[in-house]
């Protein structure tokens, strides 16, 4: 078959290995327009183009796919499937409807839960104890199309979004290949999602990873997971952002917001219920620090507030 592959994220560039690797043939990579990148802003290809032309495939980086000409365009390659991972575009009908066996895609949750932008985050901001992969065929709806194949994962204690989201990466990359040889031998099945169940995992706003101390230590606990390794949980110390990157749940009590202990371990944060241990922190302009680190060149004294999220 001829596939045309269409990715963006890192998360995608598993899947395009394998399809590689299993020696399926990607006539053309579509992936996103380079973005500036980095404290220089330079313009940065996509981990997906990169991998694409170390593979010596075309790519594509259209800015938008909701014109006759993009259609046209993917025409041209005469894609008998068209496989999306991450790619960040919306594709209209008129694109779904070139390749002959349509579009697949590798959707990091078990549908029709968390279906949208952020499963990932989501899941472990519900503390959801399992998610997994599912290998769907795309239809106009938002992640609403029937399932090839679904595969789950248990969530860890300690999963982050980034350990999850490469988990996930791998399985959904194993799971591609069996659906996409199954068509080649006419045996896949896809079957309708069911009606119950369904929720929606709308884009992360970095303005949700400023932790709210009146929330209970368990919910802020999953909210440091969920926003790592990006846009990472953050509070105002003195004014300042100051970035969390790990942190326990303990039973400290007082003020939310009010710190408890600053010492090696941590610094212990009173929350809404019980108390969070901060044990890696960041101050703006510097760079991801144990406590120990952080607190050799600096005071955080006991009594201190970190701010509170305005109200609403």
Known sequence: MNIVFAGTAPFAVPSLKALLAAGHRVVAVYTQPDRPAGRGRKLAASAVKQAALEAGIEVRQPPRLRTPEAA???AALAPDLLVVVAYGLILPPAILAVPRLGALNVHGSLLPRWRGAAPIERALLAGDAETGVCIMQMDAGLDTGPVFLARREPIRPDDTAGSLRERLAALGAQALCEVVADLERGTAVARPQPAEGACYAAKIDKREAQLDWAQPAAVLERAVRAFNPA????TL???????VGG???LAGRGAPGQVLAAGA???EVACGEGSLLLTA?????GRMLSAREFLAGRRIEP???LELPPPG
């Open 72 to 74: 046209s365009q993917l």
């Open 231 to 234: 846009p990472l949980a953050w």
């Open 237 to 243: 110390w003195r004014g300042q952002r100051l970035r």
């Open 247 to 249: 942190a326990c749940v």
């Open 303 to 305: 009594g201190e507030l």
């Open 265 to 267: 371990p941590g610094v």
């Open 281 to 285: 922190l960041q101050a703006e302009g």
